[in-house]
């Protein structure tokens, strides 16, 4: 998977977006020029997603895709947009092995900010690309779930079908 890096979430940008069928249900691609800046669940619609997709970027033009996007492509790249401390953390995070689970303070530990144990967990909240990079991989550090923005039974459910629990 390529990356592509950007630092600020209010700049200005286009994206076209598409929804995709996965394994756990509707999902929404959002794509800039540099590549996927945002998957989620359309959950509980899509237009509530997409009312989400808006509030994080709030100045990006957003339009239907008028071309076919293939969500889960291998060489796809992915646009990071967040601060500097948010891209170490979502880097860490990719490098979460499928199978594997890690806490948070080993997280911020492989970010290479160990003593940000709360930043790195909001950092884990605000990753605007699930399952890709992978914040449901993050568990509590008494091995417990924890919390994910999409509900603890959806990262249950994926964290079983990687074979994690």
């Not at 930043?119 to 993050?138: E, F, M, Q, Y």
């Not at 008494?142 to 079983?160: A, H, N, P, T």
Request: hydrophobic residues 40%; charged residues 25%.
């Amino acid at each position: 998977m390529n990356i592509d890096v950007s630092y600020d979430r209010r700049e200005a940008f286009d994206a076209e977006y598409a929804f995709a069928d996965s394994p756990y249900g509707e999902m929404i691609g959002v794509f800039s020029s540099k590549g996927l800046c945002y998957l989620g669940f359309a959950l509980p619609d899509r237009e509530t997603v997409l009312a989400h997709v808006k509030a994080i970027y709030p100045n990006m033009r957003l339009a239907e895709s008028v071309t076919e996007r293939d969500i889960f492509v291998p060489d796809l790249t992915l646009h990071l947009i967040g601060t500097p401390f948010q891209i170490d953390v979502w880097r860490a995070l990719l490098e979460v092995g499928r199978g594997e689970t890690i806490c948070y303070s080993e997280l911020a530990r492989r970010a290479g900010h160990a003593e940000a144990v709360r930043a790195a967990a909001s950092a884990v909240g605000d990753n605007p690309i699930t399952l890709l990079v992978p914040c449901h991989r993050i568990v509590r550090r008494d091995g417990s779930i924890g919390q994910y923005y999409w509900g603890s039974e959806m990262k249950r459910r994926i964290l079983s079908d990687e074979g994690a629990i």
